[in-house]
């Protein structure tokens, strides 16, 4: 037991059956389908490479940097939500409890978990590396250039795997604090990953190869894309004026191609590969002086203020409950009637909003009520194209806890073995978050109304129906609020905030998509819906 190998074989038997549990979820299916869909959309070209009029010939050095960016990009982001739930797992199924009573440091348990959470993006980072040379392979049977595995891999795992190990430390870290381990963290996390992106970028434009554009370069979005600048300058260097775009979704056709010869490797690259190692490690560090250890005097100060409030609760004494008479004990309870009587649901609504809106400290309100306010007073286009962005974020925690409370509190069996609770509880809960979209975009709303402009206000209704169809379709599937949290945040930044036309569902622009395409799916959500809670039910 006291041999040297003996923390290293306890490190990969926690991280092996940690990876081997994740393994037998319905997410990990879903983790499997995200990346086959990612090396899908390179194939089928929808991933957009561009510097300005110019995009790469598709050999083998121009497929793997772009499936490496799709990876490190994307995954750095989508990666984060798949794989923050380890240390909560563990606490809810009673592990970690038994955990705490062994020796194990708390270092070792946070660099456990850090290196289960990077073992399934790896997952995710090989299959992508697999999907370069299939779709390399693919492209060579159709007469383009031939499978050059070097090229094609070493993008995708180099830049990948030393990305996906600051996401996964900083999935622990977020963990072991008690305000980010929230639905708040989720949200966070977001803006931080477009900061990490913001500060390397900054360093696209410089030709030169610095120290501090490699640094700051997490993605290697900047290493790869100025060292593409440089070629194209020296092969236009009056046409190519200097510019570049990294996208997904659509087809952006290049006027004019050229042959990447794919990336040149310096001692300073692969410095800066281990000074993101280094961070990660840093974070795990960080994290384990965080980590609780499962002891519930030190889990939160929420946590400790809600059993504060417990503990003042007037209660009955044992006295007291001595001195009540046997036959007095007992509470003789109403039959049910089975006759008709009249319909609750406005009272059901209500209830639901009361609980959606509750919980939350004044300032919340407050930045709402501001909001609301600058909806209606702003000029219009700032505030259809700007404003009621953050109106229709503000409430993202308020939507995500559709469909999951049940779970949460486990009082699904109790509320649906009220008559006729299916499917009007669904209903209501959707009800109720129409009611909050409503309400938070109630200024635009109201100014669109005062003009008549019925098209606006037409996708600003449908708006107001879709987005909370998708929180309580995704919490009745999945019985956890982090997948609305995950693609909302994503679907905001990628559709209504770039105004893409197709995925703008917040309709910004008069040029976004038909209210009608989101008022169908909003009725097709509420269906799967239903019917995904009825046949669960049947099942139970």
Known sequence: MNS???PVRVLYQMVRADFLERTRRYSFLLTLGLSLWLGYTVYAGQVNLLLGQYKGQPNSAWTGCVIGLVATVWLSLIGFYIVKNSIQRDRETGVGQILATTPMSRLFYTLAKALSNLAVLALMIFILAAAAILIQFLLQLHGGYPVRILPLIAPVLVFGLCALSVTAALAILFETLPILRTGVGNILYFFLWIA?????????????????????????????????????????????????SFSVGGLTRANKTFVWNGIQWSPAIFLSRAFWIALALSLTSLAALFFDRFDPARSSITAQIRAR??????????????????????????????????????????????????GHSWWWYLVAAGLIAGTLFAPLQDSRGGLILVAWLWPALLWSQMGTREARFSTGPLIFSAPRAFPRQLLAVWAAGVAVTALTGSGLGLRLLILQDWPALTAWASAALFIPALALTLGVLTQSRKPFEALYIAWWYVGPLHHLPRLDFMATTSQSA?????????LALILTACLWHLTRRRLA
């Open 196 to 244: 990490l992106l913001a500060t390397s970028v900054t360093h696209i434009e410089h030709s030169s190869s610095s120290a501090a554009m490699h640094l700051t370069d997490f993605t290697g979005l900047t290493t790869i894309m100025s060292q593409m600048q440089s070629q194209v300058r020296a092969l236009d260097p009056v046409g190519y004026q200097g510019g570049s």
């Open 309 to 358: 409030r417990k503990n003042i609760q007037p209660q009955i004494s044992h006295a007291e409950t001595a001195s009540i008479p046997f036959h007095q004990s007992h509470t003789r309870l109403t039959p049910l009637r089975h006759t008709a009587s009249r319909s609750r649901f406005l009272a059901l609504i209500q209830a639901e909003f009361r609980l959606m809106a509750r």
């Open 4 to 6: 040297p190998s003996f």
């Open 514 to 522: 038909t209210p009608g395409i989101y008022a169908t799916a909003t």
